[in-house]
């Protein structure tokens, strides 16, 4: 009944105080970059216009809840630029959509970021606000990462139709400022479209 009513008569969800954070940190990760951080040090009225400007409003309770969440969202994103001050690689996209065809399956989604890597090789990051770190046994069986790697080799672009040996897949948990990398083999690729097929009938 709940695939019904969201998927098939497209009844709107109450937005949810955890969701319009992620939408709205997602849409900072993206704006910083755009606005130069990794290549000059970003000035803090800059932070501050840009957490206004991206800033989802919806199901806060109230205004000194939304107010806490604001500064949260601050703490959060200077942290990160503290924390990757130095990094190396910039991404080359970010909140990047994509859309392929397994037989007649449409699967759709969107890369948080995506780095290039040396040797041919890109990094898929997907960020993360929750406090929620799984065990790494957990994430070397991720179906969103397992979907995100079978992508990189679907995906008509230049920067993708990669093997799975040349994708990097990457959680970066944003509050503790912790990666977690991963990588997929042709197995598993070939299990997730079995599993994929399987949903669909």
Do not use: C
Request: net charge neutral; aromatic share 10%; proline share 4%.
């Amino acid at each position: 009944l709940h695939y019904k009513l969201r998927y098939i008569l497209r009844l709107p969800q109450a937005p949810s105080p955890a969701l319009s954070f992620g939408i709205t940190m997602h849409s900072l990760l993206k704006a910083i970059y755009q606005a130069g951080f990794g290549r000059e040090k970003l000035q803090d009225a800059l932070i501050d216009r840009l957490i206004d400007e991206y800033w989802v409003h919806d199901g806060y309770d109230g205004k000194a809840h939304e107010q806490e969440a604001k500064q949260n969202a601050k703490t959060l994103l200077q942290a990160y630029m503290k924390h990757n001050a130095d990094e190396r690689i910039l991404p080359a996209q970010t909140e990047f959509p994509f859309q392929f065809m397994l037989k007649n399956i449409k699967i759709l989604g969107r890369f948080d970021r995506i780095n290039m890597l040396s040797d041919n090789k890109i990094e898929i990051v997907d960020y993360k606000t929750g406090s929620n770190i799984p065990p790494e046994s957990k994430i070397k069986k991720d179906l969103q990462l397992t979907l995100y790697a079978l992508a990189a080799t679907q995906v008509n672009d230049p920067i993708f139709r990669k093997t799975p040996e040349e994708i990097q897949l990457s959680l970066y948990y944003i509050e503790q400022n912790i990666k977690i990398s991963t990588t997929r083999t042709k197995e598993q690729l070939e299990e997730a479209k079995e599993y994929i097929f399987q949903k669909a009938e």
